[in-house]
T-cell receptor, first 109, second 114 residues
Framework: GQNIDQPTEMTATEGAIVQINCTYQTSGFNGLFWYQQHAGEAPTFLSYNVLDGLEEKGRFSSFLSRSKGYSYLLLKELQMKDSASYLC??????????WGAGTKLIIKP | ETGVTQTPRHLVMGMTNKKSLKCEQH?????MYWYKQSAKKPLELMFV???????ENNSVPSRFSPECPNSSHLFLHLHTLQPEDSALYLC?????????????FGPGTRLTVT
């Protein structure tokens, strides 16, 4: 079957660094997505990886290892506004997104 | 503001009611999606429309009926729902021609079935 695993909740301190891990098993693979969702709001696109390696975009970076079925989202210089849920999704052979349940990130002062 | 709007934002309905959710995208995309989001569960894809044609129906009960009159508008018609259908219903759109890949989401309709 198809499955995405990510931690349910994480806590970090303002100004610190946090890494949110995601492992995936999908029928075929056409890219790994990360979305951010603040409470009561729409998910918004953060990053897309289709090749192995690290993609950096400001304070956020995303890593992919296709051989391990593994990705992580790295958030640096954490700010209070980064408190949100982070959704990992893998696109399968039919180009449909298979979603994880999301990781709720709590930032403490 | 993502360019995808949904109405209503909140809806409370009885199990015998009939209601419709509306989604409109202002991005010129050619694919639209309905998702169900329940607490602590992954997003569940319900329906996909590509160039106004329904291409996916992930075993959704017939009490949910989608309609896509054109590439900018998507509806979800609801009738005789069950309490377990209470959830956040999200609409999304994307451009499925290889030029981009991300989906843009609307703010959702919070549905409560009593």
């Amino acid at each position: 079957g198809q499955n995405i695993d990510q931690p349910t909740e994480m806590t970090a301190t303002e100004g610190a660094i946090v890494q949110i891990n995601c492992t995936y098993q999908t029928s075929g693979f056409n890219g790994l997505f990360w979305y951010q969702q603040h409470a009561g709001e729409a998910p918004t696109f953060l990053s897309y990886n289709v090749l192995d390696g690290l993609e950096e975009k400001g304070r956020f970076s995303s890593f992919l290892s296709r051989s391990k079925g593994y990705s992580y989202l790295l958030l640096k210089e954490l700010q209070m506004k980064d408190s949100a849920s982070y959704l990992c999704a893998s696109r399968d052979s039919n180009y449909q997104l298979i979603w994880g349940a999301g990781t709720k990130l709590i930032i403490k002062p | 503001e993502t360019g995808v709007t949904q109405t209503p934002r909140h809806l409370v309905m009885g199990m015998t009611n009939k209601k419709s959710l509306k989604c409109e995208q202002h991005l010129g995309h050619n694919a639209m999606y309905w998702y169900k989001q329940s607490a602590k569960k992954p997003l569940e894809l319900m329906f996909v429309y590509n160039f106004k044609e329904q291409t996916e129906n992930n075993s959704v009960p017939s009490r949910f009926s989608p309609e896509c009159p054109n590439s900018s508008h998507l509806f979800l018609h609801l009738h005789t729902l069950q309490p377990e259908d209470s959830a956040l219903y999200l609409c999304a759109s994307s451009q499925e021609d290889g030029s981009s890949y991300e989906q843009y989401f609307g703010p959702g309709t919070r549905l409560t079935v009593t």
